[in-house]
C-alpha cells in the first residue's frame, strides 16, 4: 500500500506540475505587452512537398520568446503557407487565402476570403474562437460541411473529377461558433506591436492536418509535406537528443490538446479528457518527460493498446530519437509480445486471411502475406458466369483518368473497376455475377470507395458523414463517371440481370467495412464471408512537436442512415450468408458453388 501511495503521489505531483505555471512562452498568459517578451527572430531554410509538382525551397523565419526552444510563427507570414496546403493536384485546387485583420486591440482576426469563415485569436486569453469551423478548414472547391469529398470539374482530370453531384444531397451545418480555451494546455499566443505570434506546431494540429499535411521543425530546418509522400523522412537527418523540459512539457500539452479535441472515439473510450486518462495509466511519465524515445513507445503503447481502435497509430518515430520503423514486421512482433495480440491491430488480423488466400495465389508476390501493407494485389477473374474483382486497399493514383488511365495494367481502384466493367459488358459476355472481394481490404481512398458504391448502385454513390465535434452532418449523394466516357448516365453502373456481391472478413476494415455498410440492404447486394472489422471515423495524422508522426481516428464519423437517423459504422457488418471456412472463400470454384447454391 505504501508503495503505490508513492508511485500515486509523484504521478499526481507531475500532473500538477503540468497543469499549473510554468516558465518561458508555454506557461506565459494574460495581458499582452511589448516589454513582457523577447523575441529573437531567426531564418531557416523550409522545404515544402505539397502535390506532385516536387520539393519547393524557401526561408522562413521563427520566432522564438524568453530564450526558450519552441518555435513561433508570424501569422501574416505563416497563413499564405497554411493556404497553399489546401491545393490539390487531383482536382488543380487552389489555395486557400486569408484576410488578417485586428478588429480590437488583442485579438487577431483571420477570415476566409472564399466563404467568410473565420478564426479568431484572442492573445489576452489564450483562446481561439472560430466562426464556421468546418467551413474554415475545408478545401475551397468543398461547399458541404463534413463532406470527405471534393468535387471538381466534370469530364476533366482526377478521381474527384469523375463525381458529379446530384440534388437529393443534403447538408447540415453544425455549431456556428467552437472556442478552445488554449490557456488550459498552457498554449500561448502573443500579440506584439500588431502582430499575433503563436507556436507553430500549434497552428499546424489546427489547419494543416485536416487536409493531410504534416509540418515539423528539426531545429535545422522546416519541412511541410503532404502526408502520402517522403520528404517528412528528410527530418531523421537532423541532430538527435533530449528535449529541454519547456519543450518536452509543450509537446505533452499540445498532444492533450490534440487528443481532446480531435480523437473522434472518446465517447465510445469514456474518456472526457486526456489528461486525467494519461493520470489513469501508466503513460503520463513517458509523455511529459524529455526522452524523445520513451514518449514514442508511450505513444505507440496509447494509440495500439489503450485506444486500440485499428485507425490509430504511431506511424513515424520522433526525429529527436533517431529514425526506427514503428510497422516493421519486427517491431510488430516486439509489440505483440509487450501488450498481447490487438483483436484491431490490422499486423494480425489480417494474417488468417491472407495466409489462406495465398495458399491458393502462390504465384502471385503481392499476394503473399510477407508482403503485408506493401504491396496491393488488383485481380481481376472470371470463373465461369462469375468476375472477381481482389483489391486489399482503395486507391486513386492518377491525376487525370481520361488521359492517363490503364486499363490493360490495372494499377488502382479505379483502373479495376473500369477494366471490370468494360470486360463484364463485352458482347456475348458470359457474366451473370460480380464479386468484389474485400476480405483483406483494409481502406484507403474514401473517394475510391465511393466509385466501387456507384458501380454497384446504378452509377450512384450515397457518403453520410457527421463531425462529432461540430455537429456538422452531410449526406452526399453522388453519380460516378464509371466507365470513363465523360457522361454520367445508366451505362455506369452494371446492369439489373448481374448479381452482386461482397465477400468481408474482420480483415474488412475503414473504408473496407464503409462498402459493406452502405451496400448492406441494397437491392440485389448481397455480403458473403464473416462480420467486417468496423472503422467508423476518417483518420487525421499529426506530428507531435518532437517530430513523432501519429494518426487517429477524426471527429468526422461515416455513418449509416436508418429511419431518418445516423449511426456509425465502428462494429463492423454482419454478412447476408457466413462463409465459416476460409478454403471456401478463396478456392474460386468453391466460392462459385456457394453463391449457385444461395437460396
Request: aromatic residues 10%.
Amino acid at each position: 500500500m505504501k508503495k503505490r501511495f508513492i508511485a500515486g503521489f509523484v504521478v499526481l505531483s507531475m500532473m500538477m506540475s503540468l497543469m499549473t505555471g510554468c516558465g518561458g512562452a508555454a506557461g506565459a498568459a494574460g495581458g499582452q505587452s511589448a516589454d513582457k517578451y523577447a523575441l529573437e527572430a531567426r531564418t531557416y531554410p523550409m522545404r515544402t512537398e505539397l502535390d506532385r509538382t516536387g520539393v519547393k525551397e524557401r526561408e522562413i523565419t521563427l520566432f522564438f520568446v524568453n530564450g526558450g526552444d519552441i518555435p513561433y510563427v508570424a501569422l501574416t507570414e505563416y497563413m499564405p503557407l497554411v493556404g497553399e496546403t489546401y491545393k490539390d493536384d487531383d482536382i488543380s485546387c487552389p489555395a486557400a487565402e486569408y484576410e488578417i485583420t485586428h478588429p480590437v486591440k488583442g485579438h487577431t482576426m483571420i477570415t476566409r476570403t472564399d466563404n467568410g469563415s473565420s478564426m479568431d485569436i484572442d492573445a489576452d486569453k489564450d483562446t481561439i474562437d472560430f466562426l464556421g469551423m468546418d467551413a474554415f478548414v475545408a478545401t475551397p472547391t468543398n461547399n458541404a460541411p463534413a463532406a470527405i469529398l471534393s468535387l471538381g470539374e466534370s469530364g476533366v482530370g482526377g478521381i474527384s473529377n469523375l463525381f458529379e453531384d446530384d440534388t437529393s444531397s443534403y447538408y447540415r451545418s453544425g455549431e456556428t461558433l467552437i472556442t478552445y480555451d488554449m490557456s488550459e494546455y498552457l498554449i500561448d499566443f502573443i500579440e506584439v506591436d500588431g502582430e499575433c505570434y503563436a507556436p507553430m506546431q500549434t497552428i499546424n494540429d489546427l489547419l494543416i492536418s485536416w487536409n493531410s499535411k504534416l509540418g515539423v521543425f528539426t531545429g535545422e530546418e522546416v519541412l511541410l509535406s503532404s502526408a502520402s509522400r517522403n520528404l517528412i523522412d528528410e527530418m531523421y537527418n537532423a541532430p538527435t537528443g533530449n528535449m529541454s523540459e519547456e519543450f518536452a512539457r509543450f509537446n505533452y500539452n499540445e498532444l492533450r490538446f490534440v487528443l481532446d479535441h480531435y480523437y473522434g472515439l472518446k465517447e465510445q473510450h469514456n474518456i472526457q479528457n486526456f489528461g486525467d486518462f494519461f493520470g489513469q495509466t501508466d503513460l503520463i511519465t513517458d509523455l511529459a518527460g524529455t526522452d524523445p524515445r520513451k514518449f514514442d513507445a508511450a505513444l505507440r503503447r496509447l494509440t495500439t493498446k489503450y485506444l486500440d481502435d485499428g485507425h490509430s497509430g504511431l506511424l513515424k518515430f520522433s526525429f529527436m530519437g533517431g529514425k526506427t520503423d514503428p510497422n516493421s514486421m519486427e517491431e510488430v512482433l516486439a509489440l505483440a509480445n509487450d501488450i498481447g495480440t490487438s483483436t484491431s491491430d490490422l499486423a494480425f488480423s489480417s494474417l488468417p486471411a491472407r495466409d489462406a488466400r495465398f495458399k491458393y495465389y502462390p504465384d502471385r508476390p503481392d499476394m503473399n502475406p510477407d508482403l503485408i501493407a506493401t504491396k496491393t494485389p488488383w485481380v481481376y477473374e472470371e470463373v465461369g458466369d462469375t468476375a472477381i474483382l481482389t483489391f486489399d486497399t482503395f486507391a486513386a493514383n492518377k491525376v487525370d483518368y481520361y488521359k492517363e488511365a490503364d486499363l490493360s495494367n490495372p494499377q488502382d481502384t479505379i483502373e479495376l473497376i473500369a477494366y471490370a466493367d468494360s470486360q463484364i459488358k463485352r458482347e456475348d459476355s458470359p457474366i451473370r455475377n460480380v464479386v468484389l472481394d474485400l476480405s483483406v481490404n483494409v481502406g484507403g481512398a474514401a473517394d475510391a470507395a465511393a466509385f466501387a458504391i456507384a458501380w454497384f448502385q446504378a452509377g450512384a454513390a450515397r457518403i453520410t458523414v457527421r463531425d462529432k465535434m461540430t455537429g456538422a452532418e452531410s449526406i452526399c449523394s453522388y453519380s460516378a463517371d464509371v466507365n470513363l466516357d465523360g457522361e454520367f448516365d445508366p451505362d455506369d453502373g452494371l446492369p439489373d440481370y448481374v448479381s452482386k456481391y461482397l465477400l468481408i472478413t474482420p480483415s474488412s476494415f475503414s473504408c473496407g467495412n464503409l462498402v459493406p455498410a452502405f451496400l448492406k440492404g441494397a437491392n440485389n447486394v448481397t455480403l458473403l464471408g464473416k462480420t467486417s472489422g468496423g472503422g467508423t471515423c476518417t483518420v487525421m495524422a499529426f506530428t507531435s512537436a518532437s517530430g513523432a508522426v501519429y494518426a487517429i481516428s477524426s471527429p468526422l464519423q461515416i455513418s449509416m442512415i436508418r429511419n431518418g437517423s445516423m449511426y456509425d459504422i465502428d462494429k463492423g457488418v454482419d454478412p447476408d450468408f457466413t462463409i465459416s471456412k476460409y478454403d471456401t472463400m478463396y478456392d474460386r470454384e468453391k466460392l462459385v458453388d456457394f453463391i449457385h447454391n444461395l437460396p
